[in-house]
């Protein structure tokens, strides 16, 4: 008799003590969510949509380490191009741990980049459906990157990446939409200064490939160039020397070409290097000519150094 009433004491002090604990363990787990240390909870429909061995994880800790596990079990599906399996398996992944960047990045990636463009190639299809199926991927990438920037707001991570895949010429670009999402993303608090100055030059890129933005192309590059440091990439210099031949520009104090290049061969490699690739965008006003006009000064360097040095030689 005197143990059952020990035990019924124990209970009784071991109810009071849950009890009164519940408001602080609830307080911890709601700071916890806040700060996105832990996953957040699954709704019903959420927890409908996962595998058993993924629903089980969600009575514990082991999310994450699930999620780690699903994401290393797509490389066969990838290595086979099975895309659906790719996607379902990582709509799970998501759901698991969906405060890990680099999930939503690969997710984004499998179905815009690898799961596009085998599809763009995949010779069984019409050139119609092709099409019309790489295009779909390609949403199903942006798609993805829209939710995670919904559970992730905070991240400029995500922005940056919709910016990019938006302002990518291969995957049927939207440029003022990459723009737009750039600029929306140097508003978000602390950024890191890489972080700026991609957005930057990114912006800068987009613009170019909108021939009506010429003359915000080039008050962009100019801007760009004044920062200088780290800011003097090829994308800006050679803007400015685009912008001073273009006809439509207002260039109120044009840049010579070594104000621009700091020399001629510098100005001359990065040129040369712009006309190889002149068919991935805009037209290029000048390159063709000044690329002519330097190789033409070089040669004649080489011959009076040639001549110097034969000189020198014979003295």
Known sequence: M???KNVIVILIVLAITGWSRMPIEQQLAEDLHELKLVPPRLSLEDRSRLKQKAFIATYGSLRPTIAAFMSSATTRPHSN???DKVEDSFEEILLLDPYNFHYWDMASWHMAYNAAIDKKSDESLTEVARNRVFERYIQKGKDIIDRGIEINPDDWRFQNLKANLEGNRFRNPDYPAAIETHKQMLTMPDLPYHAVRQANIRILFNTQNLPERHQEAYDIALELFARGGQYRTPIVLNQLFISNYHPLTIVESPMSLIEIYGSEQNALKHLRTLW???????KIYGVEKMI??????TT????????YQNTEVNN
């Open 2 to 4: 005197a143990k059952l």
């Open 81 to 83: 191009q099975e895309w």
């Open 276 to 282: 190889r690739n002149r068919k991935q965008g805009p």
């Open 292 to 297: 002519k006009q330097l190789e033409k000064n």
């Open 300 to 307: 004649l360097l080489d011959k009076k150094r040639t001549i």
